[in-house]
């Protein structure tokens, strides 16, 4: 059983650490592997190839290949400087991404993730 799993997530300093413990608990792992950009889910919803997108797929082809990654998360926030939407936008964003990484990564969990201010994490789908 792997100890890793992935997230694909903001910068955002604020919804960092409830992410990390949603996580651990979701995918019943101790160890997350953090990939950021800010406004992370606009650039893996974007369809074709885009630089951000390129470089976050290969961070996680070694999340995979060394640390036996199986499960990978992309996470959207409220009040996103990156991705400035309405929640709604970018839950539409969210389940984009979510083909985009069946698209590439089709042997991984995959799950997308709304954090709110208050450090609530809720799964889109
Ligand atoms: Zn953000």
């Given at each position: 059983?792997?100890?890793?799993?992935?997230?694909?997530?903001?910068i955002d300093g604020r919804f960092q650490l409830p992410v990390f413990?949603?996580?651990?608990e979701r995918f019943g792992v101790p160890y997350i592997d953090v990939i950021t950009e800010a406004g992370m889910v606009r650039h893996i919803a974007s369809p074709g190839e885009n630089p951000v997108?390129?470089?976050?797929?290969?961070?996680?082809?070694?999340?995979?290949?060394?640390?036996?990654?199986?499960?990978?998360a992309l996470v959207a926030h409220e009040d996103?400087?990156?991705?400035?939407?309405?929640?709604?936008?970018?839950?539409?964003?969210?389940?984009?991404?979510?083909?985009?990484?069946?698209?590439?990564?089709?042997?991984?969990e995959r799950v997308a993730l709304w954090c709110s201010l208050s450090g609530e994490v809720v799964e889109v789908g």
């Open positions: 059983m792997t100890e890793f799993a992935t997230v694909l997530h903001c413990h949603y996580l651990q997108k390129s470089a976050t797929f290969e961070s996680l082809r070694i999340s995979i290949d060394r640390h036996d990654s199986a499960q990978v996103c400087a990156g991705n400035p939407k309405p929640r709604e936008e970018q839950e539409k964003e969210l389940r984009q991404g979510l083909k985009e990484l069946e698209r590439h990564f089709p042997d991984m």
